[in-house]
């Protein structure tokens, strides 16, 4: 059987780690493009070098084009530009240009993505995650189940590894989802929580369950405060999650974001919900009983998505 292939466009921190993660789980061969001359060709041979000492069987190229992508199995959009201050003026775009400046840079990789790779699943990373969507899929022309978004992954992660290190217990054995939108609004759901099927509210105090929600919330926050830039081995890693899934087949339940058709209430939006992951890509979207409480929550969330992707102006 021939190897499967997987297209990283954007070979920064989160593009490169994801690569790096593919390779050494020898997932996929992997093409990284961006647009820095030599960047995507000098990390790939790096990468590539190493594949010896780690006994690896696959292929890693880089380019500044798409020829090479032709044909790729997953592609994963990483592309864009953070948000920081423009050198001249010292100031910080305001929501609305750093949302138009990436709808450009995504909407552009999408169309030569689309047009070299028309049966690829597209796995979009670039922030803002939600709206990030809606252009993946307006651009592509793709039906919604090949067009995902990463965020309940990472979120999810984060999540459990703060509830594992608070219970001093192995994070294999913690299960949790987060739903909602990428950002602040996101919605842990604590009730669905547990520690190898224990409840997690049976072994934690409510005000120690309540810190880590909020440290979940935070969690993108509480790295650029350490680091100066954004994450990027957990969100790769959730990113590198989802490829899996989909390359092999596994039907994985994974929150991601996906185009809602009435589930949960929203229609036509990208929003985080728990989703089967295989080689069709959405392959059904699980509704969960949601109370009162968590229906709220939800809202807020899927309202501050909307203010987002009322700008891209689809
Ligand atoms: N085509 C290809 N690559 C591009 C383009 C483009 N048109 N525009 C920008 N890029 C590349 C940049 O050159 C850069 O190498 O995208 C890469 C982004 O990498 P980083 O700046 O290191 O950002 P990173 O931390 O990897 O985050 C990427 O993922 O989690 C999100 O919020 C994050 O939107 C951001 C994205």
């Given at each position: 059987m021939a190897r499967s292939k997987v297209t990283i466009v954007g070979a920064g921190n989160?593009?490169?780690?994801?690569?790096?993660?593919?390779?050494?789980?020898?997932?996929?061969?992997?093409?990284?493009?961006?647009?820095?001359?030599g960047m995507p060709q000098g990390k790939a041979l790096d990468l590539q070098e190493a594949t010896p000492v780690m006994k690896l069987d696959v292929n890693i190229v880089g380019s500044n084009n798409y020829e090479s992508t032709a044909d790729s199995d997953v592609v994963v959009i990483t592309a864009g530009v953070p948000r920081k201050k423009d050198p001249v003026t010292g100031q910080f775009p305001s929501r609305d240009e750093l949302v138009k400046t990436n709808q450009r840079i995504v909407g552009e990789v999408t169309r030569q993505?689309?047009?070299?790779?028309?049966?690829?699943?597209?796995?979009?990373?670039?922030?803002?995650?939600?709206?990030?969507?809606?252009?993946?899929?307006?651009?592509?022309?793709?039906?919604a189940e090949r067009v995902i978004g990463q965020a309940g992954a990472l979120d999810t992660a984060r999540y459990k590894a703060f509830i594992a290190q608070e219970l001093g217990v192995s994070v294999r054995d913690i299960h949790g989802i987060v739903l909602g939108g990428h950002g602040d609004t996101m919605v842990p759901l604590p009730r669905h929580t547990s520690v190898a099927g224990i409840p997690v509210r049976e072994l934690m105090a409510e005000d120690k369950l309540q810190a880590i929600i909020q440290r979940t919330r935070n969690g993108g926050g509480e790295i650029v405060k350490?680091?100066?830039?954004?994450?990027?081995?957990?969100p790769a890693a959730g990113t590198v999650e989802m490829v899996e899934a989909i390359l092999r087949d596994q039907k994985r339940v994974i929150p991601s974001a996906v185009l809602l058709k009435g589930q949960y209430g929203y229609n036509d939006l990208y929003i985080g919900v728990p989703t089967i992951l295989g080689s069709k890509g959405v392959e059904r979207v699980i509704e969960m009983q949601l109370n009162d409480e968590e229906?709220?929550?939800?809202?807020?969330?899927?309202?501050?998505v909307q203010d987002v992707v009322s700008i891209l102006g689809y």
């Open positions: 989160v593009g490169a780690t994801c690569a790096h993660w593919i390779a050494s789980r020898e997932l996929a061969d992997v093409v990284l493009v961006d647009i820095v001359e993505v689309a047009k070299f790779s028309p049966n690829a699943i597209l796995i979009v990373v670039s922030n803002p995650l939600d709206a990030m969507c809606h252009v993946v899929l307006n651009e592509s022309g793709f039906p350490l680091i100066g830039v954004s994450a990027w081995y957990a229906k709220a929550m939800m809202e807020v969330s899927a309202k501050a």
